[in-house]
């Protein structure tokens, strides 16, 4: 299934502030969606993640049983040749499994059909998000877990494709369930379809997007924020001065009454003295 509609995808810097929406190359977003192939990609995948370490031993491999447990004839019991037959209690196993490999192999230009059917999936979706690049110069799981709490996918699995190996942002993401980063060159269509939401890096699509001054930006944002907190500080320093001046003027009342109340109270006792 195909169409001949060409997709466009929300664009964002790697610290979250939007941008204008970028067409997807029309090579690879197509419209294309085949669900046979998706299927067998993702049964393919899922059946080589399979170690095929299951065993059991027939009764060759038992130890024990190298002789008869009673004479053939003359006994009343039934003929026995070994303990270790499989009717017998801590005997071998008939047809147990034995380590095997379930590898299916799935040729390259299915394989490439079936991501790019997951892809054009998400892109109907609108799930294709682009980021103008990663840089990160060390790992940080905050910083990247505010890149997607600030896009609103905070409660979705997303799935981040990098332009190339980029060790800081995959470490950066080990702590999060929810975000799985890879090189775009290895993401498969299990990886694909595992996901809500896809970020794609633009230099993975071939696409260069001009940097945008974030700098700027938040430190218009941040004015205000500092402007208010200057005038709170503002206002606590009004506020102590006022509490302070009133106490002093409290003090000096209290003192101008206490010097008052001795004189009256000297001559009290000298009257009484007489």
Do not use: C
């Amino acid at each position: 299934m195909a169409d001949n509609t060409s997709f466009q995808a929300a664009a964002y810097t790697a610290q979250g502030t939007a941008r204008d929406a970028v067409p997807l190359p029309d090579a690879l977003f197509d419209g294309t969606v085949n669900m046979p192939v998706m299927h067998q990609a993702v049964k393919a995948y899922l059946a080589n993640q399979r170690q095929g370490n299951a065993a059991t031993k027939i009764r060759k491999y038992v130890t024990g049983g190298n002789q008869k447990p009673w004479k053939q004839k003359g006994t009343g019991r039934a003929r026995q040749g070994s303990t270790r037959a499989p009717h017998w209690v801590g005997g071998g196993t008939v047809f147990g499994p034995i380590p095997r490999s379930y590898a299916q192999y799935v040729p390259r230009q299915v394989r490439a059909l079936a991501r790019k059917s997951a892809l054009n999936a998400r892109a109907r979706e609108d799930a294709i998000v682009v980021i103008d690049r990663f840089e990160f110069d060390a790992p940080k799981t905050q910083r990247l877990q505010a890149l997607v709490e600030r896009l609103g996918f905070g409660d979705q699995k997303v799935l981040i494709l990098t332009d190339g190996a980029k060790p800081n942002v995959f470490l950066s993401s080990r702590n999060l369930p929810a975000v799985h980063v890879m090189p775009y060159g290895d993401v498969s269509t299990y990886h694909i379809l595992w996901s809500d939401v896809v970020l794609i890096e633009a230099g993975a699509l071939g696409q260069s997007l001009e940097p945008v001054e974030e700098v700027q930006a938040e430190q218009a944002a941040a004015k205000p924020a500092k402007a208010a907190k200057k005038a709170e500080a503002a206002k606590k320093a009004t506020r102590k001065t006022t509490a302070k001046a009133a106490k002093k003027s409290s003090s000096s009342a209290a003192a101008k009454k206490s010097a008052k109340r001795a004189p009256a109270k000297k001559a009290a006792k000298k009257k009484k003295g007489k």
